[in-house]
């Protein structure tokens, strides 16, 4: 079993900035791709922001200089900060990782059960 645990969300205004946290724990053998999600309500699920196991990183069109992706191997935690945070950035976000349990068990994508931000004056 594996276990992702989100932190972070919250009020803001607009402009100002947060961080959210997903720290993956559990049967872990490896973590290769960890991404960031997010939903509005009345709208799909869509991606954020994802960073490869060697550190590659993309980002949704919507936030690209605004958000940062990164990840620490040896914690299992991949982080967002936000910045510049617009109202229309609120929703409930969610991480992802995709986990190998053990060297002969291919990977398959865990998720949190997410944070919401919310970006209001």
């Known amino acids: 079993q594996v276990q992702l645990v989100e932190s972070g969300g919250g009020l803001v205004q607009p402009g100002g900035s947060l961080r959210l946290s997903c720290a993956a724990s559990g049967s872990i053998f490896k973590i290769y791709a960890m991404g960031w999600y997010r939903q509005a309500p009345g709208k799909q699920r869509e991606l954020v922001a994802a960073i490869t196991g060697g550190g590659a990183k993309n980002y949704a069109d919507s936030v690209k200089g605004r958000f940062t992706i990164s990840r620490d191997n040896a914690k299992n935690t991949t982080y967002l900060q936000m910045n510049s945070l617009k109202s229309e950035d609120t929703a409930v976000y969610y991480c992802?990782?995709?986990?190998?349990?053990?060297?002969?068990?291919?990977?398959?994508?865990?998720w949190g059960q997410g944070t919401q931000v919310i970006v209001s004056s």
């Open positions: 992802q990782a995709h986990v190998a349990t053990a060297p002969w068990n291919p990977a398959f994508g865990s």
